[in-house]
């Protein structure tokens, strides 16, 4: 079972910073094998990613961050944002060793209970079917688009309410 907190960063700054480089790694990859990553992408992540990865502290110094655990090991995290009255959820990961435990779930239930009868946004790739299950199991709804990045799934949840 997963066990969500909010990220301690004199303890969970490692761990923050191994699961923003696991996701944004996978996202990079995800977006080069489907083509839409930038023209003239590499291997590597793009240097707009890297503050997130050093200093993850520092780069969500606007944002909750919750970890999730599984017999005490960092499972998966998310960053939660309040921004003009409204919330935006971002970097909601799951490590994929982990998955199928209700890690996701768990991340995603712990942001919202931050949001209470507030609106709530996020952004999801197309080709991650479960995770746009998940957000619709908790009221989401696809929403017309605020990123101009093909292949982005834009959703909100109008009300702090399933």
Do not use: C, F, K
């Given at each position: 079972m997963a066990v969500v907190r909010e990220?301690?960063?004199s303890v969970d700054t490692?761990?923050?910073?191994?699961?923003?480089?696991a996701?944004?790694?996978?996202?990079?990859?995800e977006k080069r094998e489907r083509q839409h990553a930038?023209?003239?992408?590499?291997?590597?992540?793009?240097?707009?990613?890297?503050h997130e990865v050093h200093d993850p502290q520092d780069a969500y110094t606007d944002s909750t961050v919750l970890v999730a655990e599984v017999d005490r090991r960092a499972a998966g995290?998310?960053?939660v944002r309040v921004l003009e009255g409204q919330v935006e959820i971002k970097r909601l990961w799951a490590d994929?060793?982990?998955?199928?435990l209700g890690v996701g779930s768990a991340l995603l239930d712990a942001a919202l209970a931050l949001a209470p009868g507030l609106p709530v946004r996020l952004s999801v790739?197309?080709?991650?079917?479960?995770?746009?299950?998940?957000y619709e199991s908790r009221g989401f709804r696809s929403a017309p688009s605020w990123e101009d990045r093909p292949g982005l799934v834009c959703m909100v949840r109008d009300d702090g309410t399933r």
């Open positions: 990220a301690v960063w490692r761990a923050v910073s191994d699961l923003i480089h996701y944004l790694v996978q996202t990079e990859g930038d023209p003239g992408a590499s291997e590597s992540l793009p240097e707009r990613y890297r995290v998310v960053a994929p060793d982990l998955r199928g790739w197309e080709w991650r079917a479960s995770a746009i299950r998940l």
